[in-house]
């Protein structure tokens, strides 16, 4: 009877072999157990013995070729075959004699020690006759695939796909702890994809005040909810400075009230949100809430950290009160004065980033406010200036002002409207202008 | 607490049963005026009177069906069988008689009787001195089995078997009688029958095991807790009726069972229990059951080298721990 002879599986690691050379020729009467292949495997080389007594009719691999486990190497005509259907049986030796390991040490793929025996130094007694009887059981249970059913049930609840876990059982079997240690690690990934910071030996951790921690709170809520775009104006603040500067003294010794930059950019936003009501509005549960008041907000750095006083109805005061309730509302906000009314109900924030020197930002709107204007360093430089169809560079007094706004509630068009408008007004300021 | 061998916690429980209850007596082979041949019942006689400690015939059949009677009249009569080898004449009393009194009479009849049988070896006493016998007995409905390991347990137990309705059989190992000590209570505590108990808690595997052997196996624990493993120890105590819910609570969350015990394995108390979770935690296990017994040979051998070598033993429980959690 013919029989197909294949490379028998040795360990769960190894998928495939070299064969080195042929031990047996064709037309040869083999003994079972004889060596009839030298095989190398990425790990070690050794012989395969024979499965079966009988004559080799034909080798199916030639030497040097490259050969999945479980593919056939041979034909051999069997005189032992006894009917059995599980081929399994026929063409996996036991693990016991398969051949001859060289040159390794006994950490082969064949796997047959159980790996903690070398843990037991002292007192261990030889093998018993159960302890074999044990080893029969278990080695014969371990076949490729086979997966204990506590092993198979963690699996199906955690959704793991096992042949993703390695094994450190015997003949790296999938072991319930390994399955388990499995899900921890893929917790513990997760967690590292969200906070990947890692932390050198001369790092030190600093643990945020209160007010720190709210900050950074709602900074997160209003970057992950809101979706930012920006937009950004310069705006010509040279007639603004030019009134700054005639009218400082008389204004100062009449209000006891500083006139700043700020103060014109706080009035024009007021004035420009009135007709551009989607920038003062919030997203809230997919409805556009448009506010009933300007209630502007005023970014200021304090004692403990940064505060956002409210100027409320803003749009309804005129420029002299908006510069008495700014001058009023910075002083308190740099002692750590403020009351709770002072900061609540702002609907749109304007950020006096020029203080700083700086001279370009993209702020995080103050959630769940539609917007928030920066205003930039008055900065002088020359700038093109057309009047009367005659283009010169002249020297100016220049500012940028940058817009974040929630596209959800507008687009550009709105958003560079609302800008616009803003620089109109400044850039309509004059020595003559009504500082009341 | 005072520190009480496993032989005097015995002795100390059924004084006190005779002290408290006037039907419980006590009859056997050599009780009275030698007090025992391991000494359970010494001074017994001088305290109670030949009447209420008997000493009989070699004859274990009739010690029993003694028994059998004065209990079913309303005794609560402790028989001594004086070493387990010697049950088998009694066999047909306890297994073919005093199981099925309750339930032959409608209930209208009870058999409150203990009998006390020392069992095991270890002690090089060869074929007639060495024997397992518990599993006839734990395969018998309508018997009670309870194998102590501990002094504690032998005197709680022993009093709840006393005070028990239905017979027990009551087994000593004989190891145990003078190697193993412990604190035990000088109040009326008793131990409920049918309840293992976790004498050592692990999370790798489960030892589940009885009398003599837990010593082997606790000591063997903290070999293995050395070596990374961490073992839990299920005490059996009671071998009818059996504590499933423990036995399953605790493969249940190791997910690896090694029974060990000194009787032979084959349709053994390591059969129920491997039956057990094989019924209960199938889908908790991560490998095979494992069993370290003896070999099935007819006798425990005399040979002290043999001996010794076919008894589980610290070493053996090792190894077996070790293999079983590489698997």
């Given at each position: 009877?013919?029989?197909?002879?294949?490379?028998?599986?040795i360990?769960e690691?190894?998928?495939?072999?070299?064969?080195?050379?042929?031990?047996k020729?064709?037309g040869?009467?083999i003994?079972?157990?004889?060596?009839?292949?030298?095989?190398?495997?990425?790990?070690?080389?050794?012989?395969?013995?024979?499965?079966?007594?009988?004559k080799?009719?034909?080798?199916?691999?030639?030497?040097?070729e490259t050969v999945p486990?479980?593919?056939?190497?041979?034909v051999?005509?069997?005189?032992?075959?006894?009917?059995?259907?599980?081929?399994?049986?026929?063409?996996?030796?036991?693990?016991?004699?398969?051949g001859?390991?060289?040159?390794?040490?006994?950490?082969?793929?064949?796997?047959?020690?159980?790996k903690?025996?070398?843990?037991?130094?002292?007192?261990?007694?030889?093998?018993?006759?159960?302890?074999?009887?044990?080893?029969?059981?278990i080695?014969?249970?371990l076949?490729?695939?086979?997966?204990?059913p506590?092993?198979?049930?963690?699996?199906?609840q955690h959704?793991?796909?096992?042949?993703?876990?390695?094994?450190?059982?015997?003949?790296?079997r999938?072991?319930?702890?390994?399955?388990?240690?499995h899900?921890?690690?893929?917790?513990?990934?997760?967690?590292?994809?969200k906070?990947?910071?890692?932390?050198?030996?001369d790092?030190?951790?600093?643990?945020?005040?209160?007010?720190?921690?709210?900050?950074?709170?709602?900074m997160?809520?209003?970057?992950?909810?809101i979706?930012?775009?920006?937009?950004?104006?310069?705006?010509?603040?040279?007639e603004?400075?030019?009134?700054?500067?005639?009218?400082?003294?008389?204004?100062?010794?009449?209000?006891?009230?500083?006139?700043?930059?700020?103060?014109?950019?706080?009035?024009?936003?007021?004035?420009?949100?009135?007709?551009?009501?989607?920038l003062?509005?919030?997203?809230?549960?997919?409805?556009?809430?448009?506010r009933?008041?300007?209630?502007?907000?005023?970014?200021?750095a304090?004692?403990?950290?940064l505060?956002?006083?409210?100027?409320?109805?803003?749009?309804?005061?005129?420029?002299?009160?908006?510069?008495k309730?700014?001058?009023d509302?910075?002083m308190?906000?740099?002692?750590?004065?403020?009351?709770?009314?002072?900061?609540e109900g702002?609907?749109?924030?304007v950020?006096?980033?020029?203080?700083?020197?700086s001279?370009?930002?993209?702020a995080?709107?103050n959630y769940?406010?539609?917007?928030?204007?920066?205003?930039?360093s008055?900065?002088?430089?020359?700038?093109?200036?057309?009047?009367?169809?005659?283009?010169?560079?002249?020297?100016?007094?220049?500012m940028?002002?940058?817009l974040?706004f929630?596209?959800?509630?507008?687009?550009?068009?709105?958003a560079?409207?609302?800008?616009?408008a803003?620089?109109?007004?400044l850039?309509?300021i004059?020595?003559?202008?009504?500082?009341? | 607490?005072?520190?009480?061998?496993?032989?005097?916690?015995?002795?100390?429980?059924?004084?006190?049963?005779?002290?408290?209850?006037p039907?419980?007596?006590?009859?056997?082979?050599?009780?009275g005026?030698?007090?025992?041949?391991?000494l359970a019942?010494?001074?017994?006689?001088?305290?109670?009177?030949?009447?209420?400690?008997?000493d009989?015939?070699?004859?274990?059949?009739?010690?029993?069906?003694?028994?059998?009677?004065s209990?079913?009249?309303?005794m609560?009569?402790?028989?001594e069988?004086?070493?387990?080898?010697?049950?088998?004449?009694?066999?047909?009393q306890?297994?073919g008689?005093?199981?099925?009194i309750?339930?032959?009479t409608?209930?209208?009849?009870?058999?409150p009787?203990?009998i006390?049988?020392p069992?095991?070896?270890?002690?090089?006493?060869?074929?007639?001195?060495?024997?397992?016998?518990?599993?006839?007995?734990?395969?018998?409905?309508?018997?009670?089995?309870?194998?102590?390991?501990?002094?504690y347990?032998?005197s709680?137990?022993?009093?709840?078997?006393?005070?028990?309705?239905?017979?027990?059989?009551?087994?000593?190992?004989?190891?145990?009688?003078?190697?193993?000590?412990?604190?035990?209570?000088?109040?009326?505590?008793?131990?409920?029958?049918?309840?293992?108990?976790?004498?050592?808690?692990?999370e790798?595997?489960?030892?589940?095991?009885?009398?003599?052997?837990l010593?082997?196996v606790l000591?063997?624990?903290?070999?293995c807790?050395?070596?990374?493993i961490?073992?839990?120890v299920?005490?059996?105590?009671?071998?009818?009726?059996?504590d499933?819910?423990?036995i399953?609570?605790?493969?249940?969350?190791?997910?690896?069972?090694l029974?060990?015990?000194?009787?032979?394995?084959?349709?053994?108390?390591?059969?129920?229990?491997?039956?057990?979770?094989s019924?209960?935690?199938?889908?908790?296990?991560?490998?095979?059951?494992?069993?370290?017994?003896?070999?099935?040979?007819?006798?425990?051998?005399f040979s002290?080298?043999?001996?010794?070598?076919?008894?589980?033993?610290?070493q053996?429980?090792?190894?077996?721990?070790?293999?079983?959690?590489s698997?």
């Amino acid at each position: 009877m013919k029989i197909e002879i294949t490379l028998p599986q040795i360990g769960e690691s190894v998928t495939e072999a070299v064969v080195i050379k042929w031990l047996k020729n064709v037309g040869q009467d083999i003994e079972k157990y004889e060596p009839i292949i030298e095989i190398i495997t990425d790990k070690v080389s050794m012989e395969i013995p024979s499965p079966h007594t009988g004559k080799l009719i034909e080798k199916t691999v030639s030497e040097g070729e490259t050969v999945p486990m479980g593919n056939m190497i041979a034909v051999f005509d069997v005189i032992d075959v006894v009917e059995n259907n599980r081929p399994t049986d026929i063409t996996i030796p036991d693990q016991s004699i398969i051949g001859s390991i060289s040159d390794v040490a006994a950490v082969g793929p064949t796997g047959g020690e159980f790996k903690d025996n070398s843990l037991i130094t002292e007192d261990l007694p030889k093998q018993t006759r159960e302890d074999k009887d044990i080893d029969k059981v278990i080695s014969s249970d371990l076949e490729k695939n086979r997966y204990s059913p506590v092993v198979l049930k963690l699996a199906e609840q955690h959704g793991i796909d096992i042949t993703h876990v390695s094994g450190s059982g015997q003949n790296n079997r999938v072991t319930k702890k390994d399955v388990l240690n499995h899900i921890d690690k893929v917790n513990v990934d997760e967690v590292d994809v969200k906070n990947t910071i890692t932390v050198a030996s001369d790092d030190h951790f600093v643990t945020p005040n209160p007010f720190r921690k709210i900050i950074a709170d709602r900074m997160v809520e209003s970057s992950s909810k809101i979706p930012h775009a920006w937009t950004s104006v310069e705006v010509d603040m040279t007639e603004v400075k030019k009134c700054i500067d005639s009218n400082r003294e008389s204004f100062e010794s009449l209000h006891k009230i500083k006139l700043t930059y700020l103060t014109f950019a706080v009035h024009a936003v007021s004035r420009a949100l009135t007709s551009n009501k989607y920038l003062n509005s919030s997203w809230i549960d997919n409805k556009i809430v448009l506010r009933g008041n300007v209630n502007l907000g005023i970014a200021i750095a304090g004692l403990d950290g940064l505060s956002v006083p409210v100027i409320h109805n803003a749009d309804g005061l005129g420029f002299l009160d908006i510069c008495k309730k700014l001058s009023d509302l910075t002083m308190r906000a740099r002692k750590g004065e403020l009351q709770l009314n002072d900061v609540e109900g702002g609907t749109f924030t304007v950020n006096n980033t020029g203080t700083l020197g700086s001279i370009l930002g993209g702020a995080i709107i103050n959630y769940p406010q539609a917007g928030i204007i920066t205003t930039e360093s008055v900065v002088r430089r020359p700038m093109v200036i057309k009047s009367n169809n005659k283009e010169d560079i002249q020297i100016r007094s220049v500012m940028n002002m940058c817009l974040s706004f929630d596209h959800r509630i507008v687009d550009g068009l709105e958003a560079s409207s609302f800008v616009q408008a803003v620089k109109k007004i400044l850039e309509s300021i004059n020595t003559r202008t009504n500082l009341t | 607490m005072p520190i009480v061998s496993v032989i005097e916690a015995v002795r100390d429980t059924i004084r006190s049963e005779m002290k408290q209850n006037p039907s419980v007596f006590i009859l056997g082979e050599d009780i009275g005026a030698r007090g025992g041949v391991f000494l359970a019942t010494d001074g017994f006689v001088e305290l109670f009177g030949p009447e209420r400690v008997i000493d009989t015939p070699l004859a274990e059949s009739s010690i029993c069906g003694i028994a059998i009677g004065s209990a079913v009249n309303g005794m609560r009569p402790i028989a001594e069988i004086q070493f387990a080898d010697f049950v088998w004449p009694a066999v047909n009393q306890i297994v073919g008689e005093a199981s099925k009194i309750r339930y032959g009479t409608y209930g209208k009849k009870i058999c409150p009787m203990t009998i006390r049988i020392p069992y095991g070896g270890g002690v090089r006493g060869g074929l007639y001195h060495s024997q397992s016998i518990e599993v006839i007995f734990s395969h018998t409905p309508g018997l009670k089995v309870v194998a102590p390991a501990t002094a504690y347990d032998a005197s709680g137990l022993l009093r709840s078997a006393i005070r028990d309705d239905d017979p027990v059989i009551f087994l000593e190992h004989k190891k145990t009688y003078r190697l193993v000590k412990g604190e035990v209570p000088s109040d009326d505590y008793t131990i409920p029958l049918g309840k293992a108990e976790i004498k050592r808690e692990g999370e790798d595997l489960t030892v589940i095991t009885y009398g003599l052997m837990l010593h082997y196996v606790l000591q063997s624990a903290v070999e293995c807790e050395k070596l990374g493993i961490s073992v839990e120890v299920v005490d059996l105590r009671t071998l009818r009726p059996i504590d499933r819910e423990t036995i399953v609570k605790s493969v249940s969350k190791t997910g690896r069972a090694l029974i060990v015990q000194e009787d032979t394995a084959a349709v053994s108390i390591s059969s129920e229990v491997s039956a057990i979770i094989s019924e209960e935690c199938f889908f908790d296990l991560d490998a095979p059951i494992m069993r370290l017994t003896p070999l099935e040979i007819p006798p425990m051998p005399f040979s002290p080298i043999q001996e010794s070598e076919y008894l589980p033993s610290k070493q053996k429980i090792t190894s077996a721990v070790s293999k079983l959690s590489s698997i």
